[in-house]
């Protein structure tokens, strides 16, 4: 039955997104709808896996003019501001143990033409309980704030800072909380070309606590470029290394991603991922697998 409710929602989602291409002719838009969805396989075992399905949205503050550059990049380079809201359906598999649950954002971009500071803030809550008995309940609160200033009209950098909680509710025990902690620096660089030409740069440095009494932490070092072949296609590639006392975490991903504009409102996008831990034991897996399909609709 659920995943029945997951195919309605996708296919309600598309029959909406290709609607929105109909009804537009023009391409200056002034939101964004997008269906989503990403799994991430565990090891080598195709049982241990988990997958995200949902919608998001993204209303912007004054239409976006994309006659002067290439459509994934022009809201960034017009500096349009936006309101943004996610909801998705998560579900976790290891081997026999099922868990599943909602998970919602909302956030605003504060960004305006005339100014060159801009600030983004982020909130987010999940709710995951296991399908057995006795089992658990995870309910998460994350904050994240992202405040940059435009050093030239292409040149964007900043400082990042992320909260997250997580309450774990066994039905036999008490519940236990753990705390994390982001805090970093951004900077994103478009370099125009002509013929719509582009080259983007994103670079991040951040350190990551966990814990609450006990702290763990590492340090992570992120590049990711992607090249604009006109105002339609673009390919990326992308890396990050991750540092430290957490062993979960620590080891490099490696990413790729394609996004094509099919027309000026309606792009189709793909990304994966692979994790490949540098502690790879009992506990933790050797390599994670994660394949992501974003479909989009502007109007």
Do not use: C
């Not at 976790?92 to 868990?99: C, H, I, M, Q």
């Not at 094509?260 to 996008?269: E, K, M, N, R, T």
Request: proline share 3%; net charge negative; charged share 20%.
């Amino acid at each position: 039955m659920k995943k029945i409710l997951r195919l309605t929602t996708l296919a309600i989602a598309l029959h909406f997104v290709f609607g929105v291409v109909t009804a537009n002719a023009t391409e200056q838009y002034q939101t964004e709808v997008s269906a989503f969805y990403s799994r991430t396989y565990f090891g080598q075992e195709s049982d241990n896996w988990s997958s995200q399905l949902g919608m998001s949205g993204e209303v912007f503050f004054a239409p976006v003019n994309t006659e002067e550059h290439p459509y994934a990049e022009a809201a960034f380079l017009e500096r349009i501001g936006s309101t943004i809201i996610s909801a998705a359906l998560e579900e976790d598999k290891a081997g026999a143990f099922e868990s599943d649950g909602p998970t919602l954002s909302i956030g605003v971009n504060l960004a305006k033409p005339s100014s060159p500071f801009v600030v983004k803030l982020m909130y987010t809550w999940s709710r995951t309980e296991a399908d057995y008995s006795p089992g658990f309940t995870d309910k998460s609160n994350d904050y994240d704030i992202k405040a940059g200033y435009y050093f030239t009209k292409t040149l964007l950098a900043g400082f990042e800072y992320s909260y997250g909680s997580s309450e774990v509710s066994f039905a036999l025990f008490p519940s236990i909380t753990t705390r994390s902690r982001d805090y970093g620096l951004f900077a994103k660089y478009v370099l125009e070309l002509e013929n719509f030409k582009e080259l983007s740069f994103e670079a991040t440095v951040s350190e990551n606590t966990i814990g609450n009494t006990e702290i763990v932490r590492n340090t992570k070092e992120s590049i990711n470029v992607d090249y604009f072949f006109n105002k339609s296609l673009s390919i990326g590639v992308g890396f990050q290394n991750s540092s430290g006392t957490v062993e979960s975490t620590e080891g490099q991903t490696y990413s790729a991603n394609v996004r094509y504009f099919i027309s000026p409102h309606f792009s189709v996008q793909a990304i994966y991922d692979r994790f490949r831990n540098s502690n790879p034991s009992v506990f933790f897996n050797e390599s994670n697998h994660t394949y992501e399909l974003i479909l989009a609709g502007r109007f």
